[in-house]
T-cell receptor, first 114, second 111 residues
């Protein structure tokens, strides 16, 4: 079975631009979570979606938004990029909506903002 | 803010030795999970321990949880070069859907 996939693998943008990151969960998984991981730190929770509804939001500005589609894939959008947005963006899927469910991570999208 | 804090920040041992990493957290939890990350890529789930459990095993991994001390430990026995990675603990907040992560322990296994 295919694992969680993310695209693109790498991305270079300039300040002020907009970016869209994509994630396809494991087949049958209905929950998708997004994390930001700055080099040398642990992941920081951004969003969780379950059955196309936002179930949780971390401490990120409104420049960050996301959505989940009927096929449970998800997009993370970041507007007005800042240098500090440079990070590895990780997507994780799980079977259920709860935080007790094991999360399966994709390989991430490395975003560099110049 | 980060809920979990791993200790030590970095650990270097010889292949075959045991590696122990610790995680402390601040608030009550429902469960605690350990993940491994190789070379800054995706995280791999290792083990989940619930707040009513004290110890759990999975292959060469042993995890303990002490809710009175708000701490957990991950023991990797008979380490191998392939165990070289960063290890993170993640905890949930009782009333939230998010996992809170520590900064990780970087483990290096020397051949």
């Amino acid at each position: 079975d295919a694992g969680v996939t993310q695209s693109p693998t790498h991305l270079i943008k300039t300040r002020g631009q907009h970016v869209t990151l994509r994630c396809s969960p494991i087949s049958g998984h209905k929950s998708v979570s997004w994390y930001q991981q700055v080099l040398g730190q642990g992941p920081q929770f951004i969003f969780q979606y379950y059955e196309k509804e936002e179930r949780g939001r971390g401490n990120f500005p409104d420049r960050f938004s996301a959505r989940q589609f009927p096929n449970y894939s998800s997009e993370l959008n970041v507007n007005a990029l800042l240098l500090g947005d440079s990070a590895l963006y990780l997507c994780a899927s799980s079977l259920g909506e709860g935080y007790t469910d094991t999360q399966y991570f994709g390989p991430g999208t490395r975003l560099t903002v110049l | 803010s980060q809920q979990g804090e791993e200790d030590p920040q970095a650990l270097s041992i010889q292949e075959g030795e045991n590696a122990t990493m610790n995680c402390s957290y601040k608030t009550s939890i429902n469960n605690l999970q350990w993940y491994r990350q190789n070379s800054g890529r995706g995280l791999v789930h290792l083990i989940l321990i619930r707040s009513n459990e004290r110890e759990k095993h999975s292959g060469r991994l042993r995890v303990t949880l002490d809710t009175s001390k708000k701490s957990s430990s991950l023991l990797i026995t008979a380490s191998r070069a392939a165990d070289t990675a960063s290890y993170f603990c993640a905890t949930d907040l009782d009333s939230n859907y998010q996992l809170i992560w520590g900064a990780g322990t970087k483990l290096i296994i020397k051949p």
